[in-house]
């Protein structure tokens, strides 16, 4: 199907699936339980969050990845994806169409430009320059761009970008509505569909950023199938080796940096189409060190790793920053006294606000032990079902490794 | 002229900061090979070492004066730090008010400490794996460095206040023959530039004038060898971290009055430190020195009203962009030795 093999196919319906059908699968308890507010996950803002940040991954790991040149400046795209978009809410319309094109068009124009300099050295001084380029990008963004009184504030610093009601938009129709919009279909109009005592949520937004999601991934899949891909494998292996046998790989390599950078840009324009404000600290470089953070801790290199990357993060982000101490108290609860107090004590500096901490640690965590990330976590621990299976004398049927 | 000088001086400090941070970033590179990005971390854990002092030296004993009631009638509570019933009133209180100085031997012990539990506990197991893992590495290790230092002190900057003696600032300008009020400068900058002359003047005479520094150094240029002669090389390089974390540390402690601490200023610092370090040459000590002030006093006069009327908001990228400008014509940086990390 789709020029895809049997088992990418398979990969890609799963996906498919787990992305059409997400409002059921992240709401599995019921409304108004307490586990609900915990643990449910189907609500429009954190849905899409996860794809967006999906689509954004898998770009990151288009570069990353296959070529294993590790840019620490992505975040920039994202930024300049969002304010691109904004513009086009400003001038235009609020029609997302138009915006997420030239997002991804301004973007690429940027990757190319900052890709064409950085790919010339390789390794750490690869690093250092994007990490410098994105720098410079949002301390200019901060600063000069962003000074209301200058006659070039492109970015609105502090405040962020949004649109005002006075803004020309030369295209706006009386009868679309006034947020962002896909040729009338509002992106914040959700339908709601009640079920005994559940509720689920479809979210345009969320369905067309999904949408794009699976097209981002079918395209990264063929990406990683294709000759092209090879060819970003053997930079990664051996760049050296390439050049000796007469073959120039920088047009390869920097293919996959504006690719990436475009994956990047469409993200940003898609953040932007949700909620239009676009502020410069998605441009900051600890930004883009979350970017590599949920690279690496979904899979570098694998064809599904960015997205458990992405959504294991933002899922984690949004639970531990949720639990406070009122609720492991209630969750300790059948503990003494003394010994809750004291767990709850020690938990409490790695919940709430401390959920960063969290975070740090589960990285090192799967730097340390899991280079190759939760996707090899998941792979081994199907080995060892199946080796427990065949010694059993069972069948041996794999469950799809994630 | 008296406005190049101001600059030069502005530059001095941040420039002092700079120098100190990319040397010890140079150590561990040109020692152990190991990209360390948690070292922005070690220079916030230094200023969080002056923080602590001072927050222990300010432990008091709550007496109540019957004498005197505060608004409500009850008796007034009169805090007495600790250290002023210890050592008399007023010797007290001039140890409290010189807490950031004496807070570099409090930090030395701790840094170096955190150095080698570093280094034994996370680093060595990273030399096998490529740049990119020890870079990764060490940033989850800033990030939950970062994190447990905002779970201790909180989100807020900490003021630090500097000794009596050094705050405010001083004509610098009448001392060197211009008139008055041309060149006013605080004090504690102009101790801060002299502290960290004296502490890089002290690591490259430990280098060069001691024998652990002459192995050292015998280390960096081929380690192997050195091996084979019979030097447990693996143990002097792990105490070269624990100089470069204490250099890093003593940075952040004097650097508190400056900046009053908070739990992002490594993460602030560390970037541009990384990219005083390329400018100067991976792996070259003086080429970190040098680039350290040569950067920040760039940034000084590029912060200067007259150019940024020429040219907009250059003092926000002028490094940025001296580091692109260098890496792409001059890849060992500007004293990198031939064949260091030269891609």
């Not at chain 1, 000759?227 to 120039?248: D, E, I």
Request: net charge neutral; proline share 4%.
């Amino acid at each position: 199907m789709l020029k895809l093999n049997k088992s990418d196919t398979l990969l890609f319906v799963i996906v498919a699936a787990m992305v059409l059908l997400a409002p059921f699968i992240l709401n599995p308890f019921p409304q108004g339980s307490s586990l609900a507010q915990m643990f449910n996950a189907g609500y429009p803002d954190l849905m899409q969050r996860f794809v967006i940040f999906g689509i954004l991954v898998i770009g990151f790991n288009i570069l990353f990845g296959l070529t294993g040149y590790l840019s620490f400046g992505h975040a920039a795209f994202l930024g300049i994806g969002s304010y691109s978009a904004v513009w086009m809410f400003k001038l235009l319309s609020m029609n997302v169409i138009p915006a997420l094109i030239l997002s991804m068009i301004v973007a690429g124009i940027f990757s190319l430009a900052i890709g064409y300099v950085s790919l010339r050295r390789s390794g750490i001084y690869f690093s250092i320059l994007t990490l410098a380029f994105a720098q410079m990008s949002y301390n200019l963004a901060y600063s000069v761009l962003g000074n209301p009184s200058s006659s070039y504030n492109l970015t609105n610093g502090e405040t962020g970008l949004q649109v005002y009601s006075n803004d020309p938009q030369y295209f706006a129709s009386s009868s679309a509505p006034d947020t962002p919009h896909l040729f009338g279909l509002a992106m914040s109009d959700s339908s709601k569909l009640d079920i005994g005592s559940w509720q689920f949520t479809f979210n345009n937004g969320y369905y067309m950023s999904g949408i794009l999601m699976l097209v981002a991934f079918y395209i990264s899949i063929r990406i990683f199938r294709s000759p092209f891909g090879m060819m970003l494998r053997a930079v990664k292996s051996n760049q050296q080796r390439m050049n000796y046998t007469g073959l120039n790989t920088k047009p390869y390599t920097l293919a996959a940096f504006v690719i990436s950078g475009m994956y990047a840009g469409l993200a940003g324009g898609l953040l932007s189409s949700m909620d239009p404000l676009a502020g410069a600290e998605r441009m900051h470089w600890t930004a883009s060190g979350e970017i590599v953070i949920m690279a690496i801790l979904g899979g570098v290199g694998t064809l599904i790793g960015p997205i458990v990357g992405a959504g294991f993060n933002e899922y984690f982000k949004n639970i531990l920053s949720k639990i406070n101490d009122g609720i492991l108290h209630q969750w300790l609860s059948f503990l003494p006294d003394g010994l809750e107090n004291f767990i709850v004590g020690i938990l409490h500096y790695f919940v709430g606000k401390g959920w960063h901490l969290t975070l740090g640690l589960l990285f090192m965590m799967v730097i340390i032990f899991l280079p190759g990330g939760l996707v090899e976590g998941g792979q081994r621990l199907a080995k060892l079902f199946k080796r427990k299976k065949t010694e059993d004398g069972s069948d041996s049927n794999n469950t799809p490794a994630k | 002229m008296d406005q190049i000088l101001l600059q030069i001086l502005n530059g001095l400090d941040k420039g002092s900061a700079y120098a100190l941070i990319a040397l010890g970033l140079t150590l561990i590179f040109g020692t152990l090979g190991v990209v360390n990005f948690a070292h922005g971390a070690l220079f916030m854990i230094g200023a969080f070492c002056a923080v602590t002092l001072q927050r222990i030296l300010n432990i008091s004993t709550i007496t109540e004066d019957p004498t005197k009631t505060d608004f409500l009638g009850n008796p007034a509570k009169i805090k007495t730090p600790i250290v002023e019933t210890w050592f008399g009133p007023e010797v007290g209180a001039s140890i409290i008010d010189w807490s950031v100085p004496l807070a570099i031997f409090f930090a030395i012990p701790i840094m170096a400490a955190v150095g080698i539990i570093m280094e034994r506990g996370l680093i060595k197991h990273f030399y096998k794996r490529p740049h990119a893992d020890q870079i990764l590495v060490t940033f989850g290790l800033a990030i939950v460095l970062q994190e447990v230092i905002k779970a201790i002190y909180g989100a807020n900057p900490i003021p630090t206040p500097a000794p009596e003696a050094f705050r405010g600032s001083f004509d610098f300008g009448t001392y060197i023959g211009f008139e008055a009020n041309a060149i006013i400068y605080p004090y504690w900058r102009m101790v801060y530039f002299a502290f960290s002359a004296i502490i890089i003047a002290a690591v490259f005479a430990f280098l060069q004038f001691t024998t652990f520094g002459m192995v050292v150094r015998a280390g960096m240029a081929d380690r192997e060898t050195v091996g084979l002669l019979g030097i447990n090389i693996d143990k002097r390089f792990t105490i070269m971290f624990a100089i470069a974390a204490c250099v890093a540390g003593l940075a952040g402690v004097m650097y508190a009055p400056i900046n009053s601490p908070n739990y992002h200023m490594g993460m602030d610092f560390l970037v541009l430190s990384f990219v005083v370090v390329v400018v100067g040459g991976m792996g070259s000590l003086p080429g970190a020195v040098l680039a350290g002030f040569m950067l920040g006093i760039l940034e000084a006069f590029a912060s200067m009203n007259q150019v940024k009327a020429i040219f907009p908001g250059i003092d926000q990228i002028i490094i940025y962009l001296v580091a692109i400008i260098i890496i792409l014509t001059r890849p060992r940086g500007l004293m990198g030795r031939r064949g260091v990390m030269e891609e």
